[in-house]
């Protein structure tokens, strides 16, 4: 049987507000219960009052007794029932607490983040941390040095090292260099084997290798 959620908006208790058909069910038989053992038990009391007065004081006191017994009964069935309403009211309209206002900050933070712009050759930026630039001497030793030689000063690519550059000497034109290469002139795009991150810290490293190097430009201009 599907089980219907109460409106917390219609039903404001803050107890009640996650029970379902099924559980209200459940609390209404058990009140019921409660109130017929509860009538029960001030009868017997009523009774077992009567009987010591009886015992106790006499016909005539037990007479007397039991002359105002409505009015004890009334007052006793009264009081149940007052108290029982009582508490049925502040479980259904006692307002639940609103965790709107918790939430509402959150949101606004994750909404005021903006998002990284993609590294490419307008937005890569000059690396000088020594973490950056050992990731890319190793980089450049394993990929580079082949051609540029290992301190970049030149072989079958040309030097690295002086103030002369062929396809531009800023960060963002040796970046688009590395990433897109030079293949009329044989050298590879290393889009493919490197992430832009990767080029990023390379062309970093190249570009502070200069004077290092001490053989002349190659041929390959």
Known sequence: MEQLILDTQT???????????????????????TLMLMIKTIS???QTQGLVKLQSEGAAAFDA???KR?????????????????????LIWIPAPSNTEAAEPEALV????????????????????????????????SSCASCHGQKGEG?????????????????????????????????????QQLSPENIQQVASYILQMEGEGSAALSSIE
Do not use: C
């Open 11 to 33: 039903l404001g208790g803050a107890l009640l507000q996650d029970w379902t058909a099924t559980d209200l069910l459940l609390l209404g038989i058990g009140a019921g219960v």
């Open 44 to 46: 017997l009391y009523e």
């Open 65 to 67: 007794y039991e002359r």
């Open 70 to 90: 409505p009015v004890r009964m009334t007052l006793r069935y009264g009081s149940f029932l007052g108290l029982t309403v009582l508490i049925a009211s502040a």
């Open 110 to 141: 994750e909404d005021t983040i903006p998002p990284e712009p993609e590294l490419d050759e307008n937005t890569v930026t000059l690396l000088t941390d020594e973490q950056s630039l050992s990731i890319g001497q190793s980089i450049f030793n």
């Open 155 to 191: 072989g079958v690519g040309p030097m690295l090292t002086d103030e002369k550059w062929i396809h531009g000497g800023t960060i963002g034109e040796v970046f688009k260099t590395i990433r897109d290469g030079v293949p009329e002139k044989g050298m590879i795009a290393w889009e």
